[in-house]
Each structure stands twice: as C-alpha cells, then as structure tokens.
C-alpha cells in the first residue's frame, strides 16, 4: 500500500501561481500512474491531470489545460501539480491518488472510482 501526502496548498489571488506536491511513501512508487483531482464544496470530486509511470505521458482536464503541469520525481517519491493563470473556479479542495492499473491509464481513467489510494488534500483558495 502507498500512503499520500500533499502540501503546498494556499489562498493566492486571481493570476497568481501555486505548485503542490504529493510525496509517496513505499517503493511501488515507481511503478504507479499518479492523478490529481479536486473538490469544491457541493460539487463532485473532478479530475484534473494524470502521469504515467515513468513520467513520459499525460494528460489533463480541459478545464486546466494550459494552465496546470503534472510532472514526478520517481527518485524522490514525489508527484507535483504546477498551477498559473489561477482563476477563482479553481479553489477547492486537491487530492493526489495512485492509479495501480496501468490500462487504466492507457485508456484516459478520470473517474475517481478508478483510482485506488488516496491523500488527505490540501486547500487551494484563489481570491478575485
């Protein structure tokens, strides 16, 4: 099993830019997909960007893309999440999550259902 924990979380204003980390604990690390996703209050939890294994593939939410960057350090067990041009609509709640199956990744996974650990979160706030 791989316990998640993120950080880098904070209120910053509309424009502005955070990056937020993921760091994983165990050596199957590696070998995992890694997502990001998010939940505002009220709302679903959505999905946000994904990586591959090795790092060598992604893929993004329309909603960020452009703006979001998902990149990993396998050396140090950690995912990131890099975020400019913040706009209000992204304040939420961010979770980072290990998707064990590597299908799951090849054909897009962005139910959270499909994803199979997850971290505690940590606050985005984007004021206007």
């Known amino acids: 099993q791989v316990q998640l924990v993120e950080s880098g979380g904070g209120l910053v204003q509309a424009g502005g830019s955070l990056r937020l980390s993921c760091a994983a604990s165990?050596?199957?690390?590696?070998?995992?997909?890694m997502g990001w996703f998010r939940q505002a209050p009220g709302k679903e939890r959505e999905f946000v960007a994904a990586?591959?294994?090795?790092?060598?593939?992604?893929y993004y939410a329309d909603s960020v893309k452009g703006r979001f960057t998902i990149s990993r350090d396998n050396a140090k067990n950690t995912v990131y999440l890099q975020m400019n041009s913040l706009k209000p609509e992204d304040t939420a709640v961010y979770y980072c999550a290990v998707l064990k199956d590597s299908g799951r990744f090849d054909v897009g996974a962005r139910s959270p259902k499909q994803y199979d650990y997850w971290g505690q979160g940590t606050q985005v706030t984007v004021s206007s």
């Open positions: 165990g050596r199957t690390f590696s070998s995992y997909a």
């Open positions: 990586i591959s294994w090795s790092g060598g593939s992604t």
